[in-house]
């Protein structure tokens, strides 16, 4: 099996399920009860805090326990704007945000509020400039991506950071989903006011993730319960992934010195879809995440050239896996002034640390045979 997915969800570390299955089975107590097994489980979410912390380089109270990466981004987006709407109704984002956050937005656009989708340019990017121009009085969150989930471009988060020094009464909410443990990203410096991370894409389990929420800052919760994650986040924590998260993330940043493997395989891979007839690359080819690389074979439907490659157990993906599903081209790929045919055909593969060159090149191999085929279909 050669697994190029891992935009969607990478695998769980084999110590990372022994963790879970360790901790799921012998600290079972609600950490909100107050007898020791409760105790016990409140100390490990603690631990847990801790180590997530010092990674980063922020303070165990700025982290709030979560789901994933969509209610991260919900509650990041949603609460500022509904805790901050007294001071002003303006937002700000881009064209090219995960589907968790866009439809955040359209939410807060039904709720009254003005939201600027600021367009990008040919490779997916906004520039510092257009962020400037966009901003207003009135203007109380900025939220973008920093590694596109589609293209792998990297935004300029620390240059649109530095900018905002100049504006401390609007908040800055940044989505590193994607590029966390990929593409490095310094939440002090880069005047970060919230940040959203989910464990499956560093190796972690799905149904878990992590919110930085500057301290100091109020925002409101989306819901409500009981006490826990500072009273951000009602309900009972999950323990057994709180802690398996903590490790993943962990193991996932001591493979740092794989990052230029990533980079040379990622060069590869594009050297070698670039001699392909009918193939057209969609990524940027610098100033782009180390792990993701996606390309049209215009007139092909996406979903043949992925089963095709699935038959040889090759598994890549369309666009963003919360849309795989969705017949539409790719809004991403629109938004960059790529063709409808070409937003329709997409197709991306991305990386793990555990990738190799032969793996590839069986890629390759495996679309040197389908494409000529398909194309011929399509030109008859």
């Given at each position: ?285 610098q100033m782009a995440a180390p792990h993701i690389v996606n390309f049209s074979i215009p007139g092909v439907k996406p979903e043949v050239i992925v089963q095709s490659l699935t038959a040889k157990e090759i598994y890549v993906s369309t666009k963003s896996a919360c849309s795989s599903k969705a017949s539409e081209p790719s809004r991403v790929l629109l938004a960059m002034g790529i063709s409808e045919e070409r937003a329709n055909s997409g197709i991306r593969v991305s990386f793990s640390f555990e990738t190799t060159v032969a793996e590839l090149d069986q890629l390759i191999t495996g679309l040197k045979g389908i494409i000529p085929e398909l194309l011929e279909v399509v030109n008859t």
């Amino acid at each position: 099996m050669i697994y190029l997915d891992n935009s969607a969800t990478t695998k769980p570390f084999q110590e990372v399920v022994e963790t879970y299955a360790k901790v799921a089975s012998t600290y079972f107590g609600n950490p909100s009860s107050l007898h020791s097994l409760g105790m016990q489980s409140e100390g490990l979410i603690g631990e847990s805090r801790n180590r997530i912390a010092q990674i980063l380089g922020i303070k165990s109270n700025e982290i709030i326990f979560t789901s994933g990466g969509t209610e991260g981004n919900n509650i990041a987006i949603k609460g500022t704007a509904r805790a901050k709407q007294s001071r002003g109704k303006h937002l700000i984002t881009t064209q090219v945000e995960h589907a968790s956050a866009d439809e955040a937005f359209l939410q807060l656009e039904r709720e009254g509020f003005d939201v600027t989708y600021l367009p990008v340019d040919q490779e997916g990017r906004v520039s510092v400039e257009q962020v400037k121009n966009a901003i207003r009085p009135d203007t109380i969150l900025i939220s973008m991506i920093h590694v596109n989930n589609e293209t792998g471009t990297i935004l300029p988060i620390e240059e649109i950071g530095e900018l905002l020094k100049s504006y401390p009464q609007t908040l800055f909410h940044v989505d590193h989903v994607q590029g966390v443990t990929k593409v490095p990203l310094d939440l002090k410096k880069s005047r970060i006011d919230l940040c959203t991370f989910s464990a499956h894409k560093f190796h972690g389990l799905k149904g878990n993730g992590f919110l930085f929420v500057r301290e100091g800052l109020r925002i409101d919760a989306l819901f409500h319960g009981g006490t826990q994650e500072s009273r951000l986040r009602a309900g009972t924590e999950n323990v057994a992934g709180i802690v398996a998260m903590a490790k993943a993330l962990r193991m996932s940043f001591e493979q740092d010195p794989k990052r230029k493997e990533l980079e040379q395989l990622r060069h590869y891979l594009i050297t070698h879809l670039k001699k392909l007839d009918g193939v057209v690359l969609n990524s940027p080819e610098q100033m782009a995440a180390p792990h993701i690389v996606n390309f049209s074979i215009p007139g092909v439907k996406p979903e043949v050239i992925v089963q095709s490659l699935t038959a040889k157990e090759i598994y890549v993906s369309t666009k963003s896996a919360c849309s795989s599903k969705a017949s539409e081209p790719s809004r991403v790929l629109l938004a960059m002034g790529i063709s409808e045919e070409r937003a329709n055909s997409g197709i991306r593969v991305s990386f793990s640390f555990e990738t190799t060159v032969a793996e590839l090149d069986q890629l390759i191999t495996g679309l040197k045979g389908i494409i000529p085929e398909l194309l011929e279909v399509v030109n008859t």
